[in-house]
Every structure is written in structure tokens, then in C-alpha cells.
């Protein structure tokens, strides 16, 4: 079953590298020197993209229901991995990177924006060189 989940080239990975690289960015996928292996790397400019599913990471979105089954397993599971990204976020700080995620409800469901604002977003975060930006969905 989860076998199948794919961790790297999601549909919403695809959507952000794809609109980004049209703009002219240019960026490596999924550095290993870099912590947590972010989803998009900006070395130049001291920045990483994360596009975080609203399933796996427990965002407080519609897109986010715990499942009746195993709810023990279930909670632990995706526990482990909300612990996981805050310490890969202080990785990323400690390492002077400025962290932009993007959320997967901000891309698809009721409340998704326009793709073209999401990327026009992340276009103004990386030139302006400004701190951390959540992007999810409008409600």
C-alpha cells in the first residue's frame, strides 16, 4: 500500500518545478548535502523549496483527516514525520538557508489557489532574499 506513495516527482513537484524553471529559475532537485533533501535547491541563493503533501505532514487543512483504521499507527507515523521536519528545519536554519514550503492543498482541492500565484509567489521569495514563507491554501 504505501509502497506506492511516491516521495519524490508528486504531481505538485512537478506543477512548482515546472512553472519556476519556465520563469528562468534554475535549481538541483533533492540535494543529499543538503538537510533533509529539499525538493528543490537554490544554492545560490541560500534557498530550498519543500512541497509538502497535507496528508503526511498533518497540515491543518481539509485535505487532512486522520484515518479511523490503526489510528495508533497512523499517528505515530505521521508524528515521526511532523518531528522530523521541524529538525530539518533547524538544519536548514543553523545552515544560514532560507526555507520556502509549499503546501499540497495549495495546489489542489476547494480552497487551491491559482497555480500561477503560487509560482509568481515563489518567484518574489527567491529574488526579495526575505526570511521563511508558507504557501497553503485560501480559506
Known amino acids: 500500500m504505501m509502497a ?3 516521495g519524490k516527482d508528486t504531481k505538485p513537484e512537478l506543477q512548482i518545478r515546472r512553472g519556476l ?3 528562468g529559475y534554475r535549481f ?3 540535494c543529499r548535502d543538503v538537510p533533509g533533501n ?3 535547491c537554490f544554492r545560490s541563493r541560500r534557498a530550498v523549496i519543500l512541497i509538502h503533501g497535507c496528508f ?3 497540515h491543518e487543512c481539509h485535505l ?3 484515518p479511523k483504521t490503526r489510528p495508533e499507527f497512523w499517528q505515530a507515523k505521521i508524528g515521526g514525520n511532523r518531528s522530523r521536519d521541524e529538525t530539518t528545519l533547524d538544519r536548514l536554519h543553523a545552515d544560514g538557508w532560507r526555507v520556502l514550503t509549499i503546501w499540497e492543498c495549495a495546489l489542489k482541492g476547494i480552497h487551491r489557489r491559482e497555480l500561477s500565484d503560487v509560482i509568481a509567489a515563489a ?3 527567491l529574488d526579495e532574499g526575505s526570511g ?3 504557501i497553503g491554501s485560501v480559506e
Open 4 to 6: 506506492g506513495i511516491r
Open 21 to 23: 524553471h519556465a520563469l
Open 28 to 30: 538541483r532537485l533533492h
Open 38 to 40: 529539499p525538493d528543490l
Open 56 to 58: 503526511w505532514h498533518a
Open 64 to 66: 487532512f483527516k486522520l
Open 123 to 125: 518567484g518574489r521569495w
Open 132 to 134: 521563511d514563507l508558507e
